[in-house]
């Protein structure tokens, strides 16, 4: 149980575009996700908290209309990532909590490379 | 501010050992989780173990076993048996339960085990 799937898993993209990034919750309701940027060999850092239905809460620093989140139902959140650049270059986890548990499940993550 | 700190970047143990990673955090709260995350070469996160502070017998999983110290504001944990699938970064993380549900993560202890 409390399996999180993201999709795609890796992601090419050019200078200028948006790419969308799918978090999915599949066996269990999540009442809130968390958008996390990994840089190499550095811990998780927070980007963003989403609760279904309601708008994301940023972190300091993180811009939100470049790190588009939404949470449109309980298994279910997607972080678009608006006029990539090569800086947006990144591995990118998502995570998943019910509202009975204190335990945030963690999705495999998304490469992205802007080129 | 609440911290988490993690004093060893990096360690190793033979095959069949035990090792004990550290972890060490700072808050003025009285209830609150505790976790170890792994997250092996293919960069999923998988909790390991998980600790409320209102509980004061050490939690166990198998092979690992912390050593949870409320006074002293620790919280190693034990690999016993050590085998080469335990090789992977592990990442000790506080949770409080004030306020919203964000994790916050140690700089992580990257872990080899030799065969």
């Known amino acids: 149980g409390a399996v999180v799937s993201q999709h795609p898993s890796w992601v090419i993209c050019k200078s200028g575009t948006s790419v969308k990034i799918e978090c999915r919750s599949l066996?269990?309701?999540?009442?809130?996700m968390f958008w996390y940027r990994q840089f190499p060999k550095q811990s998780l850092m927070l980007m963003a908290t989403s609760n279904e239905g309601s708008k994301a809460t940023y972190e300091q620093g993180v811009e939100k209309d470049k790190f588009l989140i939404n949470h449109a139902s309980l298994t279910l959140s997607t972080l678009t990532v608006t006029s990539a650049h090569p800086e947006d270059s990144s591995f990118y986890i998502c995570s998943a909590q019910t509202s009975s548990t204190d335990t945030q499940y963690f999705g495999p993550g998304t490469r992205l490379t802007v080129l | 501010a609440q911290t988490v700190t993690q004093s060893q970047p990096e360690m190793s143990v033979q095959e069949a050992e035990t090792v004990t990673l550290s972890c060490t955090y700072d808050?003025?709260?009285?209830?609150?989780?505790l976790f170890w995350y792994k997250q092996p070469p293919s960069r999923q996160m998988i909790l390991v173990i998980r600790?409320?502070?209102?509980?004061?017998q050490n939690a166990t999983e198998n092979r690992f076993s912390v050593n949870f110290q409320k006074a002293a504001k620790s919280f190693s944990l034990k690999i016993s048996d050590s085998q080469l699938g335990d090789t992977a970064m592990y990442f000790c993380?506080?949770?409080?339960?004030?306020?919203?549900?964000?994790?916050?993560f140690g700089t992580g202890t990257r872990l080899k085990v030799l065969a």
């Open positions: 993380a506080f949770l409080p339960t004030s306020g919203t549900y964000k994790y916050i």
């Open positions: 066996d269990f309701q999540a009442t809130t």
């Open positions: 600790q409320e502070a209102y509980k004061q």
């Open positions: 808050t003025s709260e009285n209830n609150y989780y």
